[in-house]
C-alpha cells in the first residue's frame, strides 16, 4: 500500500503506528544525506541529527496546515536541525579549545579529510588517486564557504533542489538565495579551476 | 577567452537548470556567437558534473536505517509516556553508547567471576589454615612439654597411693 505523503501526514498526525514508521523509512535516506553533507562527512553525527530532525517533525507535524508543501516542510526542520546541530558543536570546540591549543586546527582538518563514501568501481590507483584527491579539495573549498552559502549550493547540486523550494526551506527570498549561489559558484569556480579544464 | 560579464547570470542559470523559458532562444542565439560564454558553460557543466560524481550523495546502510527508525520510533514511545523509566533510561542513550555500555557490563561480569573464583579457592587462605593446624599441634606440644614435670608428680603421687593403699611397702619391694 503506497500513500501519498498528504495521506501519510493526515495518519501521522492522528499518531498512526504504522504511518509514522511508513513515513521514517520513506524519507530517512533522503534526511541523512542533507545531514550527512552538512556535517562535512560525520556518519555519527549526521546519524544522531537526521534522529533529531525526525523527533522534531513527529513533535510538531500536528501543527502543519498544508500551507506549504509537506516535502518543504521537512526540509526546512531538517535544515535547521544540521545548522542547530552545527552551532552547538562549533561552540563545544570553542570550548574545549580554551585549554586545548591546536586541537580546533586538528578538527578543522579532520573536517576538510573524512572519507566520502566509495566513488565506484574503478580501481586505477591513478583514477583512485585522483578521485580522493579532488574529494579533498572539493571539501576544503566548501568548508572555505560561509555556511549560508554552502548549505544553498549544496541543496542546488548534491540534492537537486529547485531555487524556489531552496528559498522555501531556507526561509529566504528567491533572490537572496540566487545571490548566493551564484557567489559559492564563482568562489567554486576559482578555486577549482584547475578540474573544470578537460 | 572570457565569458561576457553581461550574460554571467544568465549562464550560471542555464547551468542549474533555472533558465527562463522564454529567455532561452536568445541566449542560445547568443551562445552560437560567444567562444568565451559557450567555453565557460562547458567548463562549468563539467565541474559541476565533476563534484556529483565525487562527493555521491551518501546512503544509510540497511542495517543503520532500520536501527534509526527503531530509534526513532522508541523515542516517540517514550515522548508519549508509553515506556516504563528503565526502558526510557536504556533506550534514551544515543546510540553510539550502547557498545561501551555492553562492553562496560562485560568487564562488570568478567571481574565479578574472577574474584568469587578467586573467594572459592583461595590459596593463601589454605596455607593460612594450615599453618594454623600445625601451630595447634606445636601448642598442643608445648603444653604437654610445660606439663611434663606435674606429670612427674602425678605419676610419683599415685605410686604413693598405691604404697599407703598396700601397708606402707610397695609391692615390687615385697617381692624382694
Given at each position: 500500500m503506497s500513500l501519498s505523503d498528504g495521506e501519510l501526514v493526515a495518519r501521522a498526525q492522528r499518531e498512526d503506528q504504522w504511518a509514522i514508521e511508513e513515513f521514517v523509512s520513506r524519507y530517512q535516506q533522503k534526511a541523512y544525506a542533507i545531514a550527512y553533507q552538512m556535517c562535512s562527512g560525520d556518519s555519527e553525527e549526521a546519524q544522531d541529527l537526521t534522529q533529531e530532525a525526525f523527533l522534531r517533525v513527529f513533535r510538531n507535524?500536528?501543527?502543519?496546515?498544508?500551507?506549504?508543501?509537506f516535502y518543504t516542510w521537512f526540509y526546512r526542520i531538517v535544515v535547521n536541525t544540521c545548522l542547530d546541530g552545527r552551532r552547538r558543536r562549533r561552540r563545544r570546540e570553542r570550548i574545549f579549545s580554551?585549554?586545548?591549543?591546536?586541537q580546533r586546527e586538528e578538527e578543522e582538518s579532520k573536517e576538510v579529510s573524512q572519507e566520502q563514501p566509495d566513488m565506484g568501481e574503478d580501481n586505477n590507483p591513478m583514477t583512485v588517486l585522483s578521485g580522493k584527491q579532488l574529494t579533498r579539495e572539493i571539501q576544503k573549498a566548501l568548508m572555505s564557504l560561509p555556511e549560508r552559502q554552502r548549505v544553498i549550493f549544496q541543496l542546488k547540486v548534491?540534492?537537486?533542489?529547485s531555487i524556489r523550494e531552496i528559498a522555501q526551506v531556507m526561509g529566504s527570498a528567491e533572490g537572496t538565495v540566487k545571490s548566493h549561489l551564484f557567489r559559492a559558484t564563482h568562489f567554486l569556480r576559482t578555486a577549482l579551476k584547475e578540474w573544470a579544464v578537460p | 577567452m572570457k565569458p561576457c560579464p553581461d550574460h554571467k547570470e544568465t549562464l550560471w542559470l542555464d547551468v542549474y537548470g533555472e533558465l527562463d523559458p522564454n529567455e532561452r532562444p536568445a541566449w542560445e542565439e547568443h551562445l552560437e556567437t560567444c567562444e568565451g560564454c559557450r567555453q565557460e558553460r562547458a567548463q562549468l557543466f563539467r565541474l559541476l558534473q565533476t563534484m556529483k560524481v565525487n562527493m555521491p550523495s551518501p546512503e544509510l546502510p540497511p542495517e543503520k536505517a532500520e536501527a534509526l527508525a527503531r530509534s526513532i520510533n522508541r523515542k516517540l514511545r517514550c515522548a508519549r509516556g508509553e515506556e516504563t523509566w528503565w526502558q526510557k533510561w536504556l533506550w534514551g542513550r544515543?546510540?553510539?553508547?550502547i557498545p561501551a555500555l555492553t562492553a562496560a557490563c562485560i568487564l562488570i561480569v568478567a571481574l565479578g567471576w574472577f574474584s568469587l573464583q578467586g573467594l572459592r579457592t583461595p590459596s593463601s587462605m589454605r596455607s593460612i589454615s594450615n599453618l594454623k593446624s600445625e601451630e595447634q599441634l606445636l601448642v598442643k606440644d608445648s603444653d604437654i612439654i610445660k606439663n611434663l614435670d606435674l606429670l612427674e608428680e602425678m605419676d610419683t603421687l599415685r605410686k604413693l597411693v598405691q604404697v599407703v593403699d598396700h601397708g606402707g611397702v610397695p609391692s615390687h619391694t615385697n617381692h624382694n
Open positions: 507535524i500536528k501543527k502543519f496546515r498544508g500551507d506549504s508543501s580554551l585549554w586545548k591549543p591546536g548534491f540534492q537537486g533542489m | 544515543p546510540n553510539r553508547l
